[in-house]
């Protein structure tokens, strides 16, 4: 595996905050309606065009892979952080979960049929973002979907910005930028998700989820 400074801070950061981070977010498809259903429609669509392995990619401390494995998918969860995959082995010891990089995927091409990454890619300085969108169409089948959810950028001068995570260095994209790079990528939009920001959130973006399909 190619080993990348950025991605180094990424894993060491998670690592360091895994059992916080477990914590804070165990909960939050309870509270959170418009996430389960974006991801109640991504189970359908997968699970109508055929039987396909789904992968959560940066999927943290499980919670989201064991949700879509409730709904029927057959899923596996893979992370950076060796903290997050241990924390997601003992919470839902039915499920498999690797440490692996988003950018150099141990699985074969063309097998999934979903592929999940939930403010995953958020940590990847954008001139390396390609190569994981390359990843993401790789182990895709033919007809397969990709959700991917990011923090929106506000100025509409630059496709990105950095902002102030509270675990690494993060970045948030230009939904209609986002969209033509996956494009790019042969992956097709179907579908945004487009969640104002609360005055309860701590942070003041967009939050988008943009559902993908490969040709
Ligand atoms: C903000 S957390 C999101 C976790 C989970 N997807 C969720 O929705 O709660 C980002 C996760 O992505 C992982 N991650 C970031 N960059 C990665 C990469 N290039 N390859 C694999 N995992 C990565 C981090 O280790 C971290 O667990």
């Known amino acids: 595996m190619v080993e990348h400074d950025a991605l180094s801070a990424t894993r060491e950061a998670y690592d360091a ?41 940066g999927c943290g401390p499980g919670h989201i892979t064991a949700y879509l494995g409730e709904l029927g998918l057959a899923v596996f ?23 692996g990089s988003m ?18 890619i958020i940590h990847t300085p954008p001139r390396e973002l390609p190569v994981i969108l390359s990843e993401f169409h790789r182990v895709l089948a033919p007809g397969g979907h990709l ?18 995570h509270t675990v690494a ?10 969209a033509a790079m996956l494009r790019k990528s042969g ?9 104002e920001p609360q005055p309860t959130d701590r942070r003041q973006f967009q939050e988008i989820q943009l559902l993908a399909r490969k040709a």
């Open 103 to 120: 950018a150099a995927l141990n699985i074969a091409d063309g097998v999934l049929g979903g592929v999940l990454s939930r403010w995953s």
């Open 169 to 178: 260095p993060a970045y948030r994209w230009s939904p209609d930028h986002l």
């Open 17 to 57: 905050a895994a059992p916080t981070y477990a914590q804070l977010f165990r909960d939050t498809l309870r509270d959170s309606p418009l996430d389960r259903a974006i991801l109640g429609a991504f189970a359908e669509v997968v699970n109508a065009s055929g039987d396909g392995q789904v992968a959560d990619l």
């Open 187 to 195: 992956l097709a939009e179907v579908a945004r998700m487009v969640r």
């Open 77 to 99: 969860g893979v992370d950076a952080s060796p903290a997050m995959v241990e924390l997601a082995r003992q919470a839902y010891p039915g499920l498999r979960f690797d440490v």
């Open 147 to 164: 959700l991917v959810g990011f923090s929106a950028s506000d100025d509409p001068s630059h496709p990105t910005q950095v902002f102030d």
